[in-house]
């Protein structure tokens, strides 16, 4: 099989092929000239083929054949085995590997190396080799090192292993890379073991070899040293080859087949390699190379030493080297930082950088720590080169550190780290817009193109037009951009050209959606100034899904009416557009009237004709003729001749004429160029068209008289009228044109115009002047037919003569003048028999009426063509002697039938014309016939037409009453056959008269069973028999028998005649008739006498059937002497048993013989026939069988032995059942040992027991099973259904002891079935089926165990059996819930859990469980144990579920217990409305329980200020001042002072509102100072003292000031403050403002009542 592709090769014997396994295609096929002995994959296609001196590859390419590579070295060619070809990677160097036995049970290996460049071979004493590829340290990375291994052993030397490279100059640079050969460490118990396969794997550079005895060494290549060794299999590993994706090797074992994966574990090799090895040499090289974890240590140990010893450059390449970037972090660059750099040399860090730099890429965070320094010394080339090299990795961090050094280096940087951001600003900032939309599709990033646009639009409209038109694609992707709101973007600037440009690129799709923008494209440019552009759109049918009644409107404002007119549909629109056509390109509306209807069309044009006929009768004609047919040319027409407009309908015609297939068309062009005056036109249509109505045209010329009768003379002989044309041409006095017609038109048509002529009473010389004019043209046939119809046949003698002597030979001619002659008889003898021209069937119908003879003459004279006519007037005009002659001369079999059985003859119904007939062959026309054939033609037809009767009567007047015929045996055959069929009773006579005919042939015809007449053929065969000698007279006697035995079953006479001619054959022949008469006896000595064994089988089947086996021994005696057959045998064998001639028997059977045995001992066995049976089985030694017999001759213990020697199940399970019937149990139990080992057979053992009712013995059978070596499961699971039936309390410790060897399935039904539940909870959880184990608990509680339960519902697969244990805990263990729910817990759905202990009322029982799951806050848990809570009165638990779980609803809770007896429950509903932001509702539950703290607080919690003042009135109203003032003191911030003090000032509450009056006039007075010293003005000059004077004057204090803004309304003339809008000092008197908010005036706001 191909490595790579599903391609296959074949070999069988020295044929190879190659199939595409895909294709189901044979590639090629080549025959080699020498077998091959080796071959397999060297590449993915190339074959490698070793024949036994030759080494060849061949291509699956082409059709090229196996190419000579080399010959094999002496030493791999007599006595070894090839077991391996490898080629090295560059194809260069070969490896032939192959082994030979040497001495002492050593195998010698010996390899061919090949170099294909220099043809040189070197041979190398081992067992296995490879070829690799692998990097060399200090070499170039691309530069790979062509590497051979191979295991060197030569004798008495230990064996080692060799890696060295091949193919490379000593003076290359880097060297040779060879290692130094290590020895293969051999195990002491396989000294002689060797490899057989050989692996190098490209992942690790380790080599796999594997030996001869399993043992697995594992190498690795750049040292070759050895790492593992291990024995992986006893048994030959014979085929490896690479597991590419693990690094390792899979493997064939050759005795079981197994398939063997052997890899590295890279976790634990280096650990392994320190731990066992104690290499760390080897540890730290693997580390570095595969990049492995386990060195950590010592590579920190390592880098800290040489960091200690000052080697920067040592301590920088260990922490480049350590595996995994172990050492690669920033506190590693830190320490290279701290130290100080020597003088003269770079700095610490700098080498450390420049050495992970040679290593490979630098990870994020090292590129940013180098290129910082970098970016400060200003050597971005630096960078730049290292980024082109691949050393740096990309990041957003390196980016921003090189955005401001060098845009594209750190576009580079962003698009490789991935910042779609930060790399779509930089493509804005350089001005690649295009880029950006791939990108951002690219990395799938979503960017506001259309700010992106506006931006741009205003600085660069052209770029902004062509990143637009980006945005929008070309139709086949998603559009980044609305076109309309890229259309509204240009518009917005006026920039139509940019508009049109895009919308032509974002509308080329011309799809559907897109009509309105089509639209407005057309319609900016119509109005816009630039009809031209939406003139040339509209040119190139860009767009289809516009309004297009909108845009005609716009193109015929706009002067374009042809574009207008494209778009009109209406015909009104179109009419007014054309109003004035010559002002349109006259081909364009021609052309549109091709996109209108008909109708329309018609109305139009008639429209135009109307307007001004003769200005637009031109474009008119022109429309007609290119759309003549979709607008109808009767339309067209019609539309002419309504205007009267002749002269175009006569153009428009003739532009059509020629290519229309309308009469109409081609009759009214006739008609316009009649009126035109163009007689040229009408003779040309009339001449040449094949359109036109003759009759309607014939009679439109005869009308018009035209004044050259031309076109009528066309019309009338193309369409037959010559009559008509005739009469008009003589009726009219035209002569000389029935002159023309006749001679130079239509010459053939002369005989119908002489007849039209004729007709007129035109004078016979004209007639005759006529026809001498036209000559031989003329066509006579015609012409006689119209000068005989007229009875004027004599009127063209003269011109028949003339042409008869001018040599002609027409038949019409001559039949012409024949009928004259005959009509004049004139000797019409003679012309019928003389003359050879004439037609003999015309003259022959000519002349019947006249003279019969002289029509049979002229039919005679046909020489066959007219025998029907012949025979028709012979047969009515009595010629039958001219018949009988006639047809004895023709000598035609056909005709003969003809006459003698003509078609429509009745049946037994002999007309007297054939008898006549008869008479004259008979009497007149055989005897005057001397030609054997004429005799011989006359008797076939006389046997054609089968007439025996009159045959006979013929052939008795030629053989028996003497002719020259008489003899002829012929003649004879027929006479007899003839009598045979017509008249049986001179059969025999004409047998005994006769002699010369064909004898044989004749009996087996009169024998057959059409005639049975037997007795006549038995006499010819006696009859010719006697005349016969030697084996023709054996022939005769032996038909003559098969006639007596056949056909006259007479066996009597048949065994007379036998005796009489004593022949063999006729005793075979009377014996195979006896025994088809089953006369048995008779017929076995019939064929002893002929010792004839042919018919063997038949006589056996006729013995055995009538059980005459005595006869039929005897016989097949005699057949066994000629035959050795081995039917003859065995029915032998089988007679001799069924006449219990058992010693015969036996004797026969010992003797050589070719006998079925088997077959006849089955036979036997099934008769019954045991005795016999059983000498035939022990014969054959078939003990099966012979088990069989002697059980049922009840010899039990000989049954057993043959049994055991047997050693078949069927035969065990017969013995079996016998012994059990016999109830012979010992023996049975002996069978039944070997039964039960075979699974397929137990169940039915198992049957035969218990319908026997032995369950006991079937028992104890199962129970000796379970010791057999062999015993499988179904032995155990069979005996666990046996104690579920007959004995349970066995079947618990049998389970327990073996459940693990039985078919769980299987058991668990029978335990179901004998309701044997705790034991199928058992098999349940021990199969892990813990879904049905719980299930079975809970269905059936005689299998409940609390502890069993819940170790398996923690198992089960299904919820749902979790959540119905629930409910089966709460219906019959309800104490055991909660330990249950425990150990569900983490499986739970809470919330269904909730709903179920709900439905069954059981939350108090699983209290515990909802505290322990209430932490994961689920509503339906926190109202369940609220509730819970609630029913138990536990306020403090419930206060604390609500604090810490907060997820239910909460309004319903406090609704719950807003009315609950106990004050504490009261409390905790209005705590839930204060936490849910009702306080209204809280506070007033507060109110109702007297808690007026918690009211108090509720309220300064709302930052409601109505409620707090409602809540202050309250007070007053019950009278409480010491919640008066707490209230005022707690809602400070919120209580208007006017409302304070108004209710204090009411109540007599001044003394409790006082602390609140004096705290809001301290912070009153504090707010105005600090305002005062905001807004205090600056220390200035005087004269900044008076412009604030005046300021103030002026209408507000610092109004001016933009502070006032900042820090609010202040000031008294600021509006809102009591103040006008005007400004001015304030009335003390005015009333209160409404709408007033702010500043600290007095007012009244209806929202929030009085307040300053």
């Not at 450059?313 to 920033?330: D, F, I, M, S, V």
């Not at 930089?426 to 295009?434: N, T």
């Not at 004078?763 to 043209?777: A, H, K, P």
């Amino acid at each position: 099989m191909n490595p790579v592709s599903k391609v296959i090769a074949l070999r069988a014997a020295q044929q190879l092929q190659i199939f595409n396994l895909e294709l189901r295609a044979k590639m090629k096929s080549y025959a080699m000239p020498n077998p091959v002995v080796f071959w397999r994959w060297i590449s993915n296609n190339t074959i490698a083929l070793v024949t036994a001196t030759s080494v060849f590859h061949w291509g699956i390419d082409g059709d090229s054949i196996p190419v000579k590579i080399f010959d094999r070295n002496a030493a791999l060619t007599e006595g070894t085995q090839i077991i391996n070809y490898q080629v090295s990677n560059d194809g260069k160097w070969c490896l032939l590997i192959g082994i030979s036995a040497g001495g002492a049970g050593v195998i010698n290996g010996n390899m061919q190396l090949y170099s294909i460049e220099k043809s040189v071979s070197q041979m190398l004493q081992g067992h296995s080799g490879v070829f690799s590829s692998i990097k060399v340290a200090g070499r170039d990375p691309k530069d790979l090192a062509q590497v051979l291994a191979f295991e060197d052993k030569k004798p008495d030397q230990p064996a080692k292993l060799f890696v060295m490279e091949v193919g490379r100059d000593k003076s290359a640079p880097g060297g040779v890379f060879r290692v130094t050969p290590q020895n293969i460490p051999v195990p002491a118990d396989a000294p002689n073991d060797f490899p057989v396969t050989m692996n190098a794997t490209k992942k690790h550079d380790m080599i796999y070899m594997i030996t001869k005895m399993g043992y697995l060494y594992l190498f690795d290549m750049h040292s070759g040293k050895a790492i593992y060794r291990a024995r992986i299999s006893t048994d030959t590993v014979f085929a490896t080859t690479e597991h590419t994706s693990s690094g390792g090797v899979l493997g064939i074992t050759a005795r079981k087949g197994q398939v063997l994966l052997v890899s590295l574990n890279e976790a634990n090799l280096v650990p392994y390699i320190i731990s066992q090895l104690r290499d760390t040499d080897l540890a730290l090289q693997l580390a570095t190379r595969l990049n492995l974890s386990g060195a950590d240590d010592l590579y920190a140990t390592k880098f800290n030493t040489l960091l200690a010893n000052n080697d920067i450059a040592g301590a920088a390449r260990a922490a480049a080297e350590a595996p995994n970037g172990l050492l690669r972090t920033p506190a590693t660059i830190a320490r290279f930082q701290q130290i100080q750099g020597q003088p003269g040399q770079p700095q610490p860090v700098f080498q450390y950088f420049s050495i992970l730099l040679e290593k490979g890429t630098l990870n994020a965070m090292e590129s940013v720590e180098l290129a910082r320094p970098v970016v400060q010394q200003g050597r971005p080339q630096l960078l730049e080169k290292w980024f082109a090299d691949e050393k740096l990795e990309p990041s957003e961090e390196l980016g921003d550190l090189l955005m401001p050094v060098d845009m594209n280096m750190a576009l580079n940087c962003y698009l490789r780290c991935n910042a779609p951001e930060k790399t779509i600003n930089c493509l804005m900032q350089r001005g690649e817009f295009d880029k950006i939309i791939a990108y951002a599709q690219k990395v799938n990033y979503r960017v506001d193109y259309t700010f992106m646009l506006q931006q741009m639009v205003r600085v660069n409209p052209q770029g902004a037009m062509e990143f637009a038109k980006k945005l929008v694609g070309d139709g086949t992707q998603q559009q980044l951009v609305d076109a309309n709101t890229v259309l509204e973007i240009f518009m917005s600037l006026n920039l139509l050209r940019e508009a049109t440009a895009f919308l032509l690129e974002a509308l080329k799709g011309n799809r559907k959606e897109e009509g309105f923008l089509q639209t407005k494209l057309l319609e900016i440019n119509l109005l816009g100034g630039t009809p031209q552009v939406a003139d040339a759109i509209m040119g190139n049918e860009m767009f289809t899904h516009y309004d297009r009644a909108h845009i005609a409107r716009l193109c015929e404002q706009a002067g374009l009416p042809q574009r207008a007119l494209e778009h009109y549909t209406d015909a009104a629109d179109v009419k007014r557009v054309l109003q004035n056509p010559s002002a349109l390109n006259q081909e364009f509306v021609v052309t549109y009237f091709g996109s209108m209807s008909r109708e329309a069309s018609i109305e139009v044009l008639k429209d135009m004709l109307g307007r001004n006929i003769r200005q637009n009768l031109n474009l008119v004609v022109q429309i007609a003729t290119k759309y003549s047919d979709p607008m109808g040319p009767e339309n067209l027409i019609k539309l002419f001749e309504d205007f009267k407009a002749y002269e175009g309908l006569y153009y428009y015609l003739g532009a059509v004429v020629n290519f229309s297939q309308d009469a109409l068309v081609h009759k009214k062009y006739i008609e316009a160029a009649a009126k035109m005056q163009q007689f040229k036109e009408v003779e040309r249509v009339c001449r040449d068209s094949t359109v036109y109505d003759p009759v309607e045209v014939k009679q439109f010329l005869m009308e018009a008289k035209l004044p050259d009768p031309r076109p009528l003379i066309h019309v009338c002989d193309r369409f037959d009228f010559v009559e008509e044309m005739t009469a008009y041409l003589y009726q009219n006095n035209l002569h000389k044109y029935i002159d023309v017609y006749v001679q130079k038109v239509s010459p053939q048509k002369t005989p119908m115009v002489v007849g039209k002529l004729l007709d007129l009473d035109c004078n016979e010389d004209v007639v005759r002047t006529l026809l001498n004019s036209v000559g031989q043209m003329c066509p006579v046939d015609e012409l006689v037919e119209q000068v005989e119809r007229r009875n004027r046949l004599r009127l063209i003698q003269p011109w028949l003569e003339a042409r008869v002597a001018q040599g002609n030979t027409e038949v019409a001619t001559h039949n012409a003048i024949g009928k004259i002659y005959i009509t004049l008889n004139r000797d019409p003898t003679t012309f019928l028999q003389n003359n050879q021209f004439y037609d003999p069937k015309v003259l022959g119908a000519f002349c019947e009426k006249l003279d019969p003879h002289l029509a049979f003459v002229a039919y005679k004279h046909a020489r066959g063509e007219c025998d029907d006519a012949l025979i028709r007037v012979t047969m009515d005009n009595g010629l039958f002697k001219d018949l009988a002659r006639y047809l004895v001369e023709r000598q035609d079999l056909v005709l003969w039938t003809r006459v003698l059985k003509p078609e429509g003859e009745v049946e037994g119904q002999e007309p007297a014309s054939r008898r006549y007939l008869l008479d004259q062959v008979v009497q007149t026309a055989l005897p005057e016939s001397k030609s054997a054939d004429e005799v011989s033609t006359t008797v076939k037809a006389f046997m054609q037409c089968d007439m025996p009767g009159e045959l006979i009567e013929l052939l008795e007047r030629i053989v028996l009453q003497g002719s020259d015929f008489s003899n002829n045996k012929n003649l004879q055959n027929l006479l007899i056959l003839t009598a045979i069929r017509a008249n049986k009773e001179k059969v025999m006579e004409y047998i005994n008269r006769l002699d010369n005919f064909d004898g044989p042939d004749i009996a087996k015809i009169a024998a057959g069973e059409q005639y049975e007449l037997y007795e006549e053929a038995l006499t010819i065969y006696v009859k010719f028999g006697k005349k016969a000698t030697g084996e023709e007279q054996v022939n005769y006697h032996v038909s003559a028998v098969e006639v007596i035995v056949d056909n006259l079953r007479d066996l009597e006479r048949a065994k007379e005649f036998a005796e009489r001619v004593n022949v063999k054959p006729v005793w075979s022949k009377l014996g195979r008739a006896q025994l088809d008469a089953q006369l048995i006896t008779e017929c076995i000595s019939s064929y002893i006498k002929a010792k004839d064994a042919s018919d063997y089988l038949l006589v056996v089947s006729a013995a055995e059937s009538s059980e005459n086996y005595e006869d039929l021994i005897p016989f097949l005696k005699m057949a066994r002497k000629d035959l050795k057959e081995s039917v003859l045998d065995t029915a032998l064998i089988y007679a001799m048993a069924k006449c219990h001639k058992l010693s015969e028997l036996e004797e026969f059977i010992s003797v050589p013989n070719v006998a079925k045995i088997d077959s006849t001992g089955e036979r036997c066995y099934d008769e019954g026939l045991f005795e016999a049976a059983k000498l035939l089985f022990i014969n054959i030694n078939n003990n099966a069988k012979l088990a069989l017999c002697y059980v049922n001759l009840e010899q039990f213990r000989e049954a057993v032995d043959a049994a055991t020697k047997a050693n078949a199940i069927s035969t065990w399970k017969e013995v079996n059942g016998a012994c059990i019937r016999a109830h012979e149990f010992r023996l049975a139990n002996i069978c039944g040992l070997h039964i039960i080992v075979h699974p397929d057979h137990l169940e039915e053992l198992i049957l035969t027991y218990e319908r026997a009712g032995r369950s006991t013995e079937l028992i104890q059978l199962m129970e000796q099973g379970l010791g057999l070596d062999n015993a499988h499961s179904g032995i155990f699971t069979e005996l666990g259904v046996l104690y579920s039936k007959y004995l349970p309390e066995k079947l618990m410790e049998h389970i327990k002891i073996f459940w693990s060897r039985m078919n769980v399935v299987k058991l668990l039904k029978a335990c179901e079935k004998a309701l044997l539940w705790t034991e199928a909870v058992y098999l349940y959880k021990e199969d892990g089926q813990h879904d049905s184990a719980v299930r079975t608990m809970v269905e059936h509680c005689v299998a409940f165990q609390h502890d069993l339960f819940l170790d398996c519902v923690q198992k089960v697969r299904n919820p749902e059996v979790q959540y119905r244990a629930i409910s089966f805990y709460l219906t019959q263990h309800p104490l055991q819930l909660v330990r249950l729910l425990q150990v569900l817990t983490p499986n739970l759905d809470h919330a269904r859990v909730v709903h179920l202990l709900k439905k069954q009322e059981a939350i108090p029982l699983a209290v515990e469980y909802l505290k322990s799951v209430q932490k994961e806050n689920l509503s339906a848990v926190n109202e369940s144990i609220n509730d819970y809570f609630i029913e138990e009165e536990d306020f403090e638990a419930l206060r604390n579920s609500i604090d810490d779980y907060d997820n239910f609803d909460q309004i319903q809770l406090a609704q719950k217990v807003e009315k609950h007896e106990l004050l504490e429950f009261r409390r905790i509903a209005a705590y839930i409305y204060k936490n849910n932001k009702r306080y209204p509702q809280s506070v007033q539950l507060s109110k109702e329980d007297r808690m007026y703290k918690d009211a108090i607080d509720t309220a300064a919690e709302s930052r409601d200020v109505e409620l707090v003042e409602e809540l202050l009135r309250f007070f007053v109203s019950v009278k409480d001042k010491a919640c008066f003032a707490a209230t005022l003191y707690t809602t400070y911030d919120l209580v208007r002072p006017d409302v304070a003090i108004e209710l204090a000032w009411r109540n007599g509450y001044t003394d409790f509102a006082m602390p609140y009056v004096i705290q809001y006039i301290r912070h009153l007075n504090e707010k105005v100072k600090a305002i005062d010293e905001r807004t205090a003005p600056k220390k200035e000059d005087t004269s900044s003292s008076d412009a604030a004077t005046a300021a103030i004057l002026g209408g507000g204090m610092m109004m001016g000031d933009t502070l006032m803004i900042t820090n609010g309304g202040g000031g008294y003339g600021a509006p809102g403050y009591g103040m006008p809008p005007g400004g001015g000092m304030p009335d003390p008197y005015a009333q209160p403002g409404y709408g007033q908010q702010g500043g600290y005036g007095y007012g009244y706001n209806p929202g929030q009542g009085y307040g300053y």
